[in-house]
């Protein structure tokens, strides 16, 4: 197992970054919480005590989807066009019911893995589009290619073997949960103190059937 927490290129303490994630923060946004909590609490429950991994708070949950920039470097004016070219697209597009689970041991910690992915990769051309159409495509951050939409459960804190793991996990049967993604949101992102948290600065239905509470970007 490697550690996570290692501090990424530009990244360092206090920074935000924003990006846009699926989450998991209420019913208004996402369906089937409670039974994604209780697959949640089945795995963390098993992964509970073991040296060197940090859980992720049910509260912030996420699977990521797109960057832009960060805060300081991306300015508010083009932030509003990208939220208003994102909206337009995922104005287009449906709901995405997903599976979440079995969970998996991987380099830095414990995944949900999702499908279909193929449902996640909608949702991420059409952001990708509407950055390009305000920065244009050269300056889309983040390679097109590459992207595994994932869960991550517990990351890792140590560089070691991951058999105490992997053994935990075999210890349970596997679990999955379905869950609806109604919305996408951009966020202001933090990773310090080993948790990613965030602020809302805007909130973007995929379809037509939400009401949108206003950008934030403060």
Do not use: K
Not at 8 to 32: E, I, N
Not at 49 to 65: A, M, S
Not at 83 to 108: F, H, I, N, S, Y
Not at 166 to 187: D, K, N, Q, Y
């Amino acid at each position: 197992m490697r550690r996570h927490w290692w501090w990424r290129p530009g990244w360092r303490p206090g920074r935000r970054l924003y990006a846009w994630h699926l989450t998991f923060g209420d019913q208004t946004v996402s369906r089937g919480l409670a039974d994604l909590r209780r697959v949640v609490g089945g795995y963390q429950a098993r992964l509970a005590g073991l040296p060197g991994l940090d859980l992720v708070p049910v509260e912030w949950l996420h699977l990521t989807v797109q960057g832009i920039g960060f805060a300081g470097e991306v300015g508010a004016g083009d932030a509003e066009r990208i939220v208003a070219a994102v909206r337009r697209r995922c104005a287009t597009l449906a709901p995405v019911r997903l599976t979440l689970g079995p969970a998996v041991l991987q380099a830095e910690g414990v995944w949900l893995p999702v499908a279909p992915q193929a449902a996640v990769r909608r949702v991420r051309a059409a952001v990708r589009a509407g950055i390009a159409e305000v920065w244009g495509a050269a300056r889309v951050p983040e390679p097109a290619g590459g992207f595994t939409p994932h869960v991550s459960l517990a990351y890792s804190d140590t560089d070691g073997p991951d058999e105490p793991y992997a053994a935990a996990l075999s210890g349970i049967a596997p679990r999955s949960a379905s869950v609806e993604f109604r919305t996408i949101r951009l966020i202001a992102l933090r990773r310090d103190e080993h948790l990613y948290r965030w602020e809302t600065a805007a909130t973007v239905p995929l379809g037509l059937h939400i009401e949108i509470s206003d950008a934030n970007w403060s």
